[in-house]
């Protein structure tokens, strides 16, 4: 068999999966996996560019999702007048002053030499920055948070188109790789990850503490759609008249249509960035990463410079996972901050990469359809098969409640083994780098 026809084979079997899934469960449930399944993919692009090119470990991807999902709501949801009369400004100029004393301190450890002097100057200007900083903010999101908590209390956003939050999303998670990348880059690979990963955790502890940005935890409801609502189409006789001609009921057309167009949507993205990665793979720039990553003693004895090409793979690969995020909180309607659990979730994208083949574009494009059917498939799986195994034994019998309550933790044990059995036969991922 060759490369192509088993790679073509793999793509055909998820495929057939997600039909079967359709026949045998539900249609809605079939899309909902193939759209999450491209939005995975997506994220598994952006960590393959970082590790497959690069050999980055990166472990704080849901930092950079969340941004792509904060970008949502500062780009698409309508602005809150009152709050941004009571204290918006006050909150623009601390962000301004945040901002200035930042900019200070690097200009004086520039400008003055290295000894005591420089660290005093250095520490007088960050504390006096913060507490003015602390000053100006504090009375400004209290008075914004005032506004109808219960409903707004926050600034909200442009009230722009929300596929324009997608590249937007895109470009604040390359600016914090690029605050990241130029302090952790130089950090060995361990050294990194764990970086990566706390950086992760204080963006999402920001997104759930700070109300007036994000509204925390009480969550963003309502984002607005790049797509129809299912109530306009089911109040659209044209739409209705085409659905009795299909033989099926308004309400279930109108929710496959809208998940039908967000899958065309998504589906665009990713071949757009597919085509953008081999492009970049089968360049000199990829092929000078590959370089680099087998062997960066080597690369810098060529004159390559390794830390500027490892921040531009970081900020490239973050953006895309940016990008995803955005499409992920559009698809959910929602920006529920909670959500985003960096171990549990980073996890899995990391899962995908590896499965599919690190190093290869393809590879990972497979692993996120594969492993987020799996993830979605396997838990009623697991409670039809327990179902089976213990339908002869009585109730309330000790090993049959314990099977049972088994079934919950099929999904992370179906991920270790897929993850063993793959590293086991084929260690370089179902579809290798070439």
């Known amino acids: 068999m060759s490369v192509n026809v088993k790679n073509i084979g793999l793509f055909a079997l998820v495929g057939v999966l997600?039909?079967?899934?359709?026949?045998?469960?539900?249609?809605?449930?079939?899309?909902?996996?193939?759209?999450?399944?491209?939005?995975?993919?997506?994220?598994?692009?952006?960590?393959?560019?970082?590790?497959?090119?690069?050999?980055?470990f990166n472990i704080g991807v849901m930092g950079f999702v969340a941004l792509g999902g904060l970008a949502t709501v500062l780009v698409a949801m309508p602005p809150t007048t009152e709050a941004w009369a009571q204290g918006g400004v006050r909150v623009l100029l601390a962000l301004v002053l945040g901002a200035a004393t930042i900019i200070a301190a690097v200009l004086v450890y520039r400008a003055m030499k290295k000894g005591w002097q420089r660290s005093v100057a250095m520490i007088v200007i960050l504390v006096a920055g913060f507490f003015i900083y602390r000053a100006v903010l504090d009375p400004g999101v209290a008075r914004i948070e005032a506004v109808d908590p219960a409903a707004t209390g926050y600034l909200g956003g442009l009230g722009l188109p929300v596929i324009l939050a997608w590249p937007v999303g895109g470009v604040l998670?390359?600016?914090?790789?690029?605050?990241?990348?130029?302090?952790?880059?130089?950090?060995?690979?361990?050294?990194?990850?764990?970086?990566?990963?706390?950086?992760?955790?204080?963006?999402?502890?920001?997104?759930?503490?700070?109300?007036?940005l994000s509204r925390g935890v009480k969550n963003v409801i309502g984002i607005p759609r790049p797509v129809p609502f299912e109530i306009d189409l089911q109040n659209d006789p044209g739409f209705v008249d085409r659905a009795a001609g299909?033989?099926?009921?308004?309400?279930?057309?109108?929710?496959?249509?809208?998940?039908?167009?967000?899958?065309?949507?998504?589906?665009?993205?990713l071949l757009v960035l597919l085509w953008m990665a081999q492009k970049a793979l089968a360049?000199?720039?990829?092929?000078?990463?590959?370089?680099?990553?087998?062997?960066?003693?080597?690369?810098?004895?060529?004159?390559?410079?390794?830390?500027?090409?490892?921040?531009?793979?970081?900020?490239?690969?973050?953006?895309?996972?940016?990008?995803?995020?955005?499409m992920m909180t559009t698809l959910d309607g929602q920006l529920t901050p909670s959500s985003y659990q960096p171990l549990r979730f980073t996890f899995l994208i990391w899962v995908m990469?590896?499965?599919?083949?690190?190093?290869?574009n393809f590879g990972a494009v497979l692993g996120g359809f594969l492993i987020w059917f799996l993830w979605?498939?396997?838990?009623?799986?697991?409670?039809?098969?327990?179902?089976?195994?213990?339908?002869?034994?009585?109730?309330?019998?000790?090993?049959?409640?314990?099977?049972?309550?088994?079934?919950?933790?099929?999904?992370?044990?179906?991920?270790?083994?897929?993850?063993?059995?793959?590293?086991?036969?084929?260690?370089?991922?179902?579809?290798?780098?070439?």
């Open 18 to 56: 997600i039909l079967l899934t359709g026949f045998l469960q539900s249609w809605n449930s079939a899309l909902l996996i193939l759209n999450m399944g491209l939005i995975s993919a997506i994220m598994a692009l952006g960590v393959n560019l970082q590790w497959g090119f690069a050999g980055l």
């Open 353 to 360: 990469v590896i499965v599919g083949g690190s190093g290869n």
């Open 283 to 326: 360049s000199p720039w990829g092929r000078m990463l590959r370089a680099i990553r087998d062997n960066e003693v080597a690369a810098e004895a060529m004159g390559k410079d390794v830390k500027k090409r490892h921040l531009q793979v970081f900020i490239l690969g973050s953006a895309i996972c940016g990008i995803a995020g955005a």
């Open 173 to 212: 998670a390359a600016g914090a790789a690029w605050v990241i990348g130029r302090t952790a880059l130089g950090l060995r690979s361990d050294y990194l990850a764990i970086a990566t990963l706390g950086i992760a955790e204080i963006i999402i502890a920001v997104l759930k503490n700070e109300d007036w």
């Open 246 to 269: 299909l033989g099926l009921d308004p309400v279930i057309a109108s929710t496959l249509y809208v998940k039908l167009l967000y899958g065309v949507l998504f589906l665009i993205v």
């Open 376 to 434: 979605v498939q396997v838990e009623p799986m697991g409670r039809l098969l327990m179902d089976l195994i213990t339908s002869g034994m009585a109730d309330g019998y000790w090993l049959k409640t314990h099977l049972l309550e088994s079934a919950a933790h099929m999904r992370l044990l179906t991920m270790g083994l897929v993850l063993l059995l793959v590293l086991r036969f084929s260690p370089r991922g179902l579809i290798p780098e070439k």
